[in-house]
């Protein structure tokens, strides 16, 4: 549930200052003193008032977060509350915590809700032994009964623990609480979403920022060939899914759909159990697991699960860089329905400044036919890479005055 609630914060030396919650977590220093110190999170306990929009804060709440980099507290609504602020970096869905003040999970204080889902909710916490700020994920309330949720949350922290790679976040703990319920506690990371990414580079219709994405893009491919050779399938990419680090990284994010397969095709059974116990938005459709439109062909048909869906589910987040949408978007029926009339426009035909070859890397990723499709994570992410470097793609037939003008272009290089 997004806020309206700004944090009015009061620095020792007598200044006031007004954010509102985008800049919770952000690091700034006092006009007045000079003294750094961070926005503070939003919490219950920070604002005794429930029923007022905003809160106050002073030196009391603040929590030491000395590597997050500094921005000007000028420009960001002091004392007269103006508007002019500076672009933000990531944007964060906050809701009010039900306790009446931060709660403790064990070692870790929690301090705000940073988001929610269908199952899950993710907190920032304080690890009062190491002292530091990390991510807590645990169960919503409605669903915390619920022996299905509660294993599908043990075994997201299994699964992603057992990921080591470095555009996985590591899971550093799998704990449960006084009442034997589990959560897992994550390292804290900061960046922006594939799906912000994409928002922008359209907005400026960038060559160099399109090319910083589809880096990015081949680093989300070696993450899931990585999974893939370790027998796990993620089953739920999406822009959404796939974050860009403020220091370089690209990390794929939410593997609470994934799982291990042993065989070539592994029949999916949980899809029934979670239809059966949730009613609202979640990251289903009917009786198979995943968002709408990022769901394989094959998969929607016979409810398997293989790595060839995963590479399915790239070939769409490559549609959605390229183009802003997806090629079912408009479409008022089922996936399977979609899937079985429509026919999927190459990215070229949608807007026809993309590339020709990049058009065809998007086409041969998201083929209904398997075996059209690329072998791999690792070889759809090469056919990306060499377009890049103005090499020949596999998944495109040049003409002889393509290959000729290609040839050129590479030896002004």
Known sequence: MKMSTQIIYTCSCGKRFTYSLKYAGRRTQCVGCKKEYTVPEYSDETTPNMQSDDFEISDDFLISDTDMPLFNSDTVGLEDDSNSVPPLKMKVEYEKNTSSKIRQLNNYRVISVLSRGGMGRVSLAQDTILERLVVVKEIRSKY?????????????????????????????????????YPFYVMRRIRGISFEEAIEQYHKEKNKARLKDILRRF?????????????????????????????????????????KKFIEQKDIDALSSEIESQVHEHFTQVNTRVGTKWYKAPEYLKTGESHPTNDIYALGMVLYKILTKKLPYDDSQMSEKQALAIAKAKPPHDVMQTIPKPLSAICMKAIARDVLMRYKSALHLADDVQKWLENEPVSAYQYTLTEKVKQYFSRKKK
């Open 218 to 258: 081949i680093d989300v491919c070696q993450v899931i060939a990585y999974a893939h050779n370790e027998r796990v399938i993620h089953r739920d990419i999406k822009p959404s899914n796939l974050m860009i680090g403020d220091f370089g990284a690209t990390f794929v994010l939410d593997w609470g759909l994934a």
């Open 144 to 180: 915390i009964k619920s022996s299905t949720f509660r294993g599908r949350l043990v075994q997201e922290a299994k699964i992603t623990g057992f990921l080591d790679h470095p555009g996985i976040v590591p899971v550093y703990a799998l704990e449960t609480d006084e009442s034997g």
